[in-house]
């Protein structure tokens, strides 16, 4: 992932992050996880989609975003933690992800609705088995990614 290609994305604009997995399903809640350790700490509406992110049409809509960025856990043939952004339309042919109809669906739907530029933060999980927390290198990621988001998007 390029810090400059997400921080052009983002900068000074109303950004939506939209956390997409199941935490009970190890890698998979990599987006959730991200938006708990965001909160009240970036000038961004966050939202933990959980497992449907369609039912968070509304919300979306209502802050008017100018950016709109879908977290989740994505077999990217990657390295277990490694990140790519992906445009929608990537994710829609390759069939990424395990909310990949949706998040598809869901996204394009936004870009109409809003006008917003709608992308994949797309994380390589290790394992997604029931029952098991994070991997460690998820973990790292997470925890580079956080960072990332705070400097981006520091609250004023």
Known sequence: MDKLELQDRIYRKRVVI??????????????????????????????????????????????????????DAADIGADAGDVAVLEIDQVAEIGLTTHNASLALLARLLQSSTQADVFLLAIQPEAIVFGTPLSACVTQTLQTLAELFKELLKTT
Do not use: H, M, Y
């Open 18 to 71: 939209l956390g997409v997995g199941n935490t009970l399903r190890g890698d998979d809640g990599v987006g959730p996880a991200l938006i708990e350790r965001l909160q009240g700490k970036v000038n961004a509406t966050l939202i933990d989609a959980g497992e449907v992110p369609e039912n968070f049409i509304g919300p979306i809509e209502a802050a008017q975003p100018q950016s709109i960025i879908f977290i």
